[in-house]
């Protein structure tokens, strides 16, 4: 009689049925790890390399093994790459160095010289600058369009128009786009449709089941979730992916090892951080409605806040990043509540453990649409402090708000 050895646990490779029907949370805690591989240690620890040896002339003359060389990738970027295309709902998934590298990755992918892209006005700048300055020497003409129009995008399509570029919420500003009804007009044109989802994530946005082709994640933001890394990810549908990855391959723009490791040990707890985030962030922003200094709060999870159908419709939650419109008031008294703050930080980025907080104004880079809110505006990114801290730091700042601007 033959005994059949059963392999306990997180040994065992899971079935590709089983890992189908895992939930999120589940999923997070299976995806990229290979215990068997790694002497049953339960983490892919961080291979650093450039040279891979190869057993004998015939593997290295067909290019054959699993791993050739540091740029085409190693375990712990495999492991960080499975994992995201788990939970992206992808074909497949490169790491770049930063979230904007991501971006340009992306962009790179679909466009040639000649052709013509859609951008959203409500864009991360910096992507913006890239469209502006790079593509733009590269033969690439860039439209700025309104987020909030929808289908009418198809007004917008020339013979050329090869991609349009999709962000929700829009960065800083907070506008919602009808992604699938963006997505059907692109591809009724042949356009490639890229997203940046650094704020929802596959979690709370799942991209290529709305219709984008090219999903871009800054992993510096809520997969760090410690302000400690930067990374940027782009995941492809099955129609994108080769394409994807031969225009990393021809890049070679590679993330580096410590930071896919942190990277993949942010990711067991990414939906934890991002549930509190989601909490923290509504309780802040029904606060701040509660607020005499406020006129408005920018949150697409409030039921009376622009954009609430759409996030209701197509995302299953909400990050922990809101913006606030003041009522008018000076400069300097907007200046006085932030100088004085002992909680928020002021910075660039989010997604960490952190609160922060910047003034911010599109008016200075905003084309096809225009921003005017009515009153100065704030970002926020809450943290995992105190709720009562934290509202104690700004009713303070609100304070000196109210004493500068007498
Ligand atoms: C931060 C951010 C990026 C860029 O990520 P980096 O890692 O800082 O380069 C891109 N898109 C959005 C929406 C971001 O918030």
Not at 277 to 294: C, D, I, N, S, Y
Not at 311 to 333: N, Q, T, Y
Not at 380 to 392: K, N, R, S, T, Y
Request: contains cysteine; negative net charge; charged residues 20%.
């Amino acid at each position: 009689m033959v005994k059949r050895k059963q392999t306990a646990g997180q040994m065992a490779k899971l079935s590709d049925e089983t890992r189908k029907r895992l939930k999120s949370r589940t999923r997070l805690v299976m995806a990229g790890r290979e215990p068997t591989e790694q002497f049953g240690f339960v983490n892919t620890p961080i291979y650093r390399g450039s040279t891979v040896l190869s057993p004998d002339v015939a593997t290295l003359k067909a290019h054959k093994a699993r791993f050739t060389y540091g740029t085409k990738g190693t375990p712990t970027t495999e492991a960080l790459e499975k994992a995201w295309t788990e939970l992206a709902g992808a074909a497949g998934t490169v790491l770049a160095p930063t979230g904007l590298a991501a971006v340009t990755l992306a962009l790179l992918t679909a466009l040639k010289s000649g052709d013509h892209l859609l951008v959203t006005d409500s864009a991360y700048s910096p992507t913006r600058h890239f469209c502006d300055s790079i593509l733009a020497r590269m033969g690439v003409e860039t439209t700025y369009y309104d987020p909030l129009l929808g289908s009418g995008i198809g007004a917008l399509m020339r013979p050329n128009t090869t991609a349009v570029l999709v962000e929700a919420p829009g960065s800083q500003s907070f506008e919602m786009q009808d992604i699938p009804a963006i997505a059907e007009v692109a591809h009724q044109h042949g356009a490639c449709v890229i997203m940046d989802n650094t704020w929802a994530t596959p979690l709370f946005f799942p991209p290529h089941e709305r219709g984008v082709d090219l999903a871009i994640e800054a992993g510096t933001k809520y997969l760090s979730g410690h302000s400690d890394l930067m990374l940027g990810l782009v995941s492809a549908n099955p129609v994108w992916w080769r394409r994807l990855r031969d225009t990393f391959d021809a890049f070679a723009m590679c993330a580096g090892p410590e930071d896919v490791f942190l990277a993949l040990r942010g990711l067991r707890t990414m939906e934890l951080r991002l549930r509190e985030a989601e909490k923290q962030g509504l309780e802040l922003a029904r606060w701040f409605q509660t607020r005499p200094e406020v006129k408005q709060v920018l949150h697409p999870a409030l039921p009376d806040a622009p954009g609430h159908d759409i996030w209701k419709r197509d995302f299953s939650g909400a990050a922990g990043l809101f913006s606030i419109i003041l009522h008018p008031c000076k400069e300097a008294a907007v200046d006085a509540m932030l100088d004085g703050l002992e909680l928020f930080g002021m910075g660039y980025s989010w997604g960490g453990f952190e609160s922060l907080v910047i003034p911010f104004d599109c008016a200075t880079y905003r084309t096809a649409t225009t921003w005017n809110p009515g009153g100065p505006a704030l970002r926020f990114q809450v943290g995992l402090e105190d709720m009562e801290d934290l509202q104690a730091d700004l009713e303070a700042g609100f304070a000196r708000l109210r004493a500068a601007d007498a």
